[in-house]
């Protein structure tokens, strides 16, 4: 009689976990459902994403470059390709400078299509140490181009330790150690 009762509260017991198993098996299809369209949700959003920040990095860096190279492109994995007579090399090929101009490209045509989404005015950016592998041409250009883009953003800072930069924008916050070791901050 006591083993009759212990196996029918084991029979349930099994029945439950039967049940509670059916129903994990279920919330484990429907997670991988959702998993694989997420993962086709983000393949079409990379594919439509690319292409613009491929077109916005482009315009920068025919500008920046004075038209020595125009076309800069993502591939899939969002490697950097950048054209050089019509041809797609990897960023690898090209100086440090260059590299860091395609780099520096592509941070602000994130930047732009972030505020382009965002739907209104994108207050600011902050750049740090962009000219440190540039020469001085390169250097007003890229200034030259951040001015055009203030009209986007708002404030736009540039954190830098190069001296002629400093002498070539508008406002300056220089950030100085003073005689007892305390970072202090001038405006020019």
Do not use: W
């Not at 991988?32 to 315009?59: H, Q, V």
């Not at 101009?101 to 994130?110: G, V």
């Not at 830098?160 to 950030?175: F, L, P, R, S």
Request: proline share 1%; charged share 35%; glycine share 6%.
């Amino acid at each position: 009689d006591q083993r009759i009762k212990e196996y029918g509260e084991r029979i349930d017991e099994l029945r439950k976990m039967r049940e509670k198993m059916e129903d994990e098996k279920k919330k484990l299809t429907l997670l991988n459902t959702l998993e694989k369209i997420m993962g086709e949700f983000r393949m079409d959003m990379i594919s439509r994403i690319r292409p613009t920040l491929s077109a916005y990095a482009s315009s920068l860096m025919e500008i920046l470059t004075e038209g020595k190279y125009s076309q800069v492109e993502l591939n899939e994995n969002y490697d950097i390709m950048i054209y050089d007579g019509g041809k797609a090399y990897e960023i690898g090929r090209f100086s440090g400078g260059e590299e860091d101009l395609a780099n520096l490209c592509i941070r602000l045509s994130i930047s732009q299509m972030l505020a382009d989404r965002a739907g209104g005015e994108f207050n600011m950016i902050i750049l740090d140490e962009i000219f440190g592998s540039q020469d001085v041409n390169r250097r007003r250009n890229i200034l030259n181009t951040l001015t055009s883009l203030s009209s986007r953003f708002r404030q736009i800072f540039v954190v830098t330790h190069i001296e002629e930069i400093k002498q070539m924008v508008d406002n300056a916050i220089i950030v100085y150690e003073d005689e007892d070791g305390s970072s202090r901050i001038k405006v020019e």
